[in-house]
Structures are given as structure tokens and as C-alpha cells.
């Protein structure tokens, strides 16, 4: 399996900044797309921006121009960087990667792992 783990989140005040990063581990072949999730109380987890092996990006319309993602393919680690930070933008944020990975008994499958997820908390 493929274990993605977050760090990051925290509590800041409007218009403060952020950084989220996570770093995938195992045997891990190949990652395609590594993207962000965050869901807020009450709302349904939403797409925040996601970046392929490529480097083509995608955003949400509500962070484009405020958040920035970018990964490192050497570590499999994906980072988020987050400005001009509004309350909206209260949520746990969790990280995504899909690819290809060895199994213990070293066949090629595909994985889809999610990490923990890391509060991130704006105040007004």
C-alpha cells in the first residue's frame, strides 16, 4: 500500500498564508495526478487544485490566483501554497495520489490513497 501523510495545517488570521505539504511512501512505481481535497462542516468535499506527473495544473475557481500547488516527483511529496487567506477557506484539507505501486509480492497494481487530512482554520 501507499501512505500519504500531511502536515501544514494550522490557524491563521484573514489574509495570512499557509503551506500544506504531503509525502507519499511505499513501493511506489509511479504517481499520476496528486491533488488537494478539503471539506468544510456541513459541505461536501470539493476539489481544491490537483497537478499531474506532466505538471499541469488545475484550480478551483475560488483559490485561482491565492493558492498554488507544485510536487517534487524525486520525493512524491506535493505541496500547497496558500495566500490571502479567507475564512471560506476554514476546512480540513487532505491530499490525494493515484498511480502505480509494487504489492508485497511485488506485482504491479493500482493504488488510490487518500492521507489523514490537516485542519486549516482562518479566523476574521
Known amino acids: 500500500q501507499v501512505q500519504l501523510v500531511e502536515s501544514g495545517g494550522g490557524l491563521v488570521q484573514a489574509g495570512g498564508s499557509l503551506r500544506l505539504s504531503c509525502a507519499a511512501s511505499g513501493r511506489i512505481l509511479s504517481i499520476n495526478a496528486m491533488s488537494w481535497y478539503r471539506q468544510a462542516p456541513g459541505k461536501q468535499r470539493e476539489l481544491v487544485a490537483a497537478i499531474t506527473s506532466a505538471g499541469s495544473t488545475n484550480y478551483a475557481d475560488s483559490v485561482k490566483g491565492r493558492f498554488t500547488i507544485s510536487r517534487d516527483s524525486d520525493k512524491n511529496t506535493v505541496s500547497l501554497q496558500m495566500n490571502s487567506l479567507k475564512p471560506e477557506d476554514t476546512a480540513v484539507y487532505s491530499c490525494?495520489?493515484?498511480?502505480?505501486?509494487?504489492?508485497?509480492?511485488?506485482?504491479?497494481?493500482?493504488?488510490?490513497?487518500w492521507g489523514q487530512g490537516t485542519q486549516v482554520t482562518i479566523s476574521s
Open positions: 490525494n495520489a493515484a498511480g502505480r505501486y509494487y504489492s508485497r509480492g511485488f506485482k504491479e497494481m493500482d493504488f488510490d490513497s
